[in-house]
Every structure is written in C-alpha cells, then in structure tokens.
C-alpha cells in the first residue's frame, strides 16, 4: 500500500491535473445476503491526457518547468528561447513522437503570468 501511494504521489508531480484517483468498488453480500457496493482497498489511478498516446502533448500556456517536465516523461527533449510561458511549439500538439525527439518552445511574458496581481492606483 505504501509502495502505491509513493507511485500516486510521483504522477502526481509529473502529471498535476490530469491525474484522476478513485477507489474503485466491488459488489458483495452483507450480513443478510444482500448485495451492496464495497469499496476497494487499492486506489485506482486514472490518466486523462489532451493528446493520444505517443503524440506531442499541447504544453502551450505551460511554465517552461512544467512543459519541460512534461515532454521529458515522455521522452522528448525540449529547446527554450524566451522567458515567461510557452506560447508556440514546433512539433505540433498530436505529433507522433519520434526516437530522440526535440521539441523547440518559444516563451513570452504574457497575463497569465500576472494574473494573481492586482495593481492599485
């Protein structure tokens, strides 16, 4: 169970949002014979991601750590120029990826960097 909750915790890091953990259920009989719903002891883990397997994912609006994080889980190696969040990449969301991959990411300083931030006059 501990071994389980570290992977959890792991995708977790790598993934954020896009990781989903349930605990799934399974029908059996109670005291008088009836069914009813129990609850597994081991969590389920879900995986959502925008792009099919073995594709580029979309990292654009992402941090630069995030994207590269990311593209790196996945065995592409990133190219940064700029500063601030990725607002194009090269190759293309949905991209098959290939062996030894390079995905190049142009960044700007844009909003959403600054979105928590109220200016007062």
Known sequence: MAACRRSIALLESRLGDELTVTRPTRREDDS????TDAVA????VTVVTDTPPDTVPDVRGMSVR???????TLGVRARAAGDGFVVSQDPSPGTPIEPGAVCRLVLERGPARQAGR???P
């Open 118 to 120: 109220t200016d007062h």
């Open 41 to 44: 002891h081991e969590p389920a």
């Open 32 to 35: 008088n014979g009836h069914k």
């Open 66 to 72: 995030d994207a590269v994080r990311r593209l790196v």
